[in-house]
């Protein structure tokens, strides 16, 4: 059992009299590090006065400048977080009772002239596990309507607060939907524990839980199912995990689990054995049953992480894994180089497609499609390319492969519909194909785009064939069904791409409501010296004419082949020896000749 790991774990003892809370003086242990005492950040003098730094706030531009010990006393990097008025309120703790912004634009004060005072005692989190009292004191002065303009003020960090105070930081708060603690709880908390257990052997045990296509599940059921369905996961994982545990909602889809003592090679058991809790069977929530799944990414704390800060981004990277990856529910963070470089070339990959998006680099190559009678262009497929900034085209193979990995296949696929309706729009003397992922299309934000852009010019629709990957089709015959059905709603015609690749092809072709079978290339390459793939071919053929359906040879490499499929009575050919992808748009048909067929 998950609850007979570890040993229990023992009150907060530890704790900092920098973060606003005072060790226990029985404790011989109570001495922390620089690094425990300020979240992650390494303050001087830790333990004594660390001065007082001064500031203006023109409240109009709402810009702050600081004197230099500003950093210093908020144990923060640099004044990037300090910078504005605004961002200056969100290092205040939800806790605190009061703040600067509540002092100056809750008062009752009437400016002479000379200013109003004002003095406040607040709460602070300006980093993870960093909590500690301010006295902030000075004057605001008004502009011609009487309201605050510009504030002079001097902030000093508290070092002996009251007993009031001391209980409201101990004070622990929890996500109203979930019960588990707020983010900025969860995160003191892991700072403590990191600190409790610094002479702990075993060390602890990091572990960040996110639902699987919950965006999906949103847009399908609503968002109240949603926050059932998140509500319903914490309820379990706090079954699963021992009383000692800390338990806190990090962000909307991202659940934190602190294991405290625990050991690192415990982790992937523990993990695995969550992930196949929740699993185990269907969430009931007001829309019925919802069967549910997670993915985990954890951290061994020392061992891979020292600081909160550490921690937690090592945690979130190794979640981020867990998503992208297809085979496994659970990755743990490592510092192995190997993993490292592979996380580095993920980053790049990602940010090459993703600018490439945003500055619309994507572009489109047409390969020509024949008519097997006339051997004039009937069509063109839209082929997916990418410039660089040094204007070099790269094909499919090196942006679909890594955008399919990483997660963002979805913005390359709407990309690719949006270019090819635009280009029928410019060109009404083409016909063109484009393909689009199974799971791209299934979500409804991409049919509402296609009825959109087909909305604005309803002519290109006749002349727009979806092309979709049959194997993908295979996996939910009735949603790709509905799919097909609501593409030719729009008045566009479908083809299945790769058709005989999925192990049920000539099932598939009575079942769905297809057009264009696209048959796969590798039973065409060689169909000259294969009887196999003749004999397969041939039957295809039969059956689609039976069917109605019309057929496309792909990957047609040479005479003796186009000549063959021509005698077939296959409709189109593709393949290089009918024309190679073209990078821009396709030829007027003034300029391209026809290649005609023996």
């Not at 949603?226 to 000692?244: F, H, N, P």
């Not at 993915?295 to 937690?312: F, N, R, S, W």
């Not at 399919?404 to 029928?424: N, P, S, Y």
């Amino acid at each position: 059992m998950l609850r007979d790991i570890g040993i229990e774990q023992g009150p907060d003892r530890h704790m900092n009299t920098q973060n606003g809370l005072r060790p226990d003086p029985a404790d011989p242990a109570a001495e922390l590090s620089p690094e425990a005492a300020t979240g992650g950040f390494d303050v001087a003098h830790a333990g004594t006065d660390l001065g007082e730094a001064t500031y203006s706030w023109n409240i109009e531009t709402d810009h702050v400048t600081w004197s230099v010990d500003a950093a210093r006393i908020f144990g923060v990097r640099d004044l990037a977080p300090l910078s504005t008025g605004t961002v200056f309120a969100t290092l205040v703790d939800q806790a605190s009772p009061a703040s600067r912004h509540a002092e100056i634009f809750e008062s009752e004060g009437r400016d002479p002239g000379t200013g109003v005072n004002f003095s406040a005692r607040y709460l602070v989190n300006p980093a993870p596990g960093t909590r500690f009292w301010i006295e902030d004191s000075g004057r605001w002065f008004a502009n011609e309507a009487g309201r605050p303009r510009l504030v002079h003020g001097v902030c000093r960090r508290i070092l002996a607060p009251t007993a009031e105070e001391m209980a409201l930081v101990t004070k622990r708060h929890y996500d109203p939907a979930t019960g588990a603690l707020t983010r900025a709880d969860f995160c003191n908390a892991l700072a403590h524990a990191i600190d409790g257990t610094a002479k702990d052997t075993r060390g602890l045990v990091l572990l960040m839980v996110a639902i699987n296509d919950l965006a999906q599940l949103n847009r399908q059921y609503g968002y109240q199912v949603g926050d059932e369905v998140i509500a319903a996961i914490v309820r379990r994982l706090r079954g699963m995990i021992r009383r000692r545990d800390t338990l806190g909602r990090y962000a909307t889809n991202k659940i934190g689990l602190i294991l405290a003592p625990s050991l690192a090679e415990h982790m992937d058991f523990v993990a695995n054995r969550l992930a196949s809790g929740i699993r185990s069977q269907p969430i009931e929530t007001s829309a019925g049953s919802i069967s549910v799944s997670v993915h985990i990414g954890g951290v061994a704390v020392p061992l891979e992480a020292k600081t909160t800060m550490e921690a937690l981004h090592a945690c979130e990277e190794a979640l981020t894994d867990a998503g992208e990856r297809g085979d496994t529910t659970f990755v743990a963070f490592s510092r192995n180089p190997d993993i490292a470089s592979q996380r580095s070339t993920n980053r790049e990959s990602t940010d090459l497609v993703l600018s490439a998006l945003n500055e619309r680099r994507i572009r489109l190559a047409f390969q020509p499609i024949v008519s097997s009678k006339t051997g004039d262009i009937a069509m063109y497929e839209s082929l997916v390319r990418m410039v660089t900034p040094e204007g070099e085209w790269l094909g499919a193979s090196q942006i679909v492969p890594v955008a399919e990995r990483l997660g963002f296949l979805h913005l390359v696929d709407h990309r690719v519909m949006e270019l090819a309706i635009e280009t029928l729009r410019e060109r009404p003397d083409i016909t063109l194909t484009f393909n689009v992922g199974v799971d791209t299309a299934l979500h409804h934000d991409w049919m509402a785009a296609f009825r959109a852009q087909i909305a604005l010019d309803r002519s290109v629709a006749e002349r727009l064939i979806v092309e979709i990957t049959e194997t993908s089709l295979i996996e939910d015959i009735n949603a790709a069904r509905s799919l097909i059905e609501g593409i030719k709603e729009c008045g566009a015609r479908v083809a299945i791409d790769d058709f005989g690749a999925g192990h049920t092809s000539f099932r598939n072709m009575r079942l769905l409501p297809i057009d264009i079978l696209k048959i796969d290339g590798t039973f065409i390459k060689n169909l000259a010296r294969s009887a196999d793939d003749r004999f397969f071919v041939q039957t295809l053929l039969q059956l689609a004419r039976h069917l109605k359906i019309e057929t496309v040879a792909e990957w047609v490499q040479d005479e003796e082949t186009a000549s063959l499929l021509t005698s077939w009575r296959v409709e189109y050919l593709q393949g290089d020896f009918l024309g190679t992808a073209m990078d821009g748009m396709p030829a007027r048909k003034t300029e391209a000749p026809a290649r005609r067929l023996a």
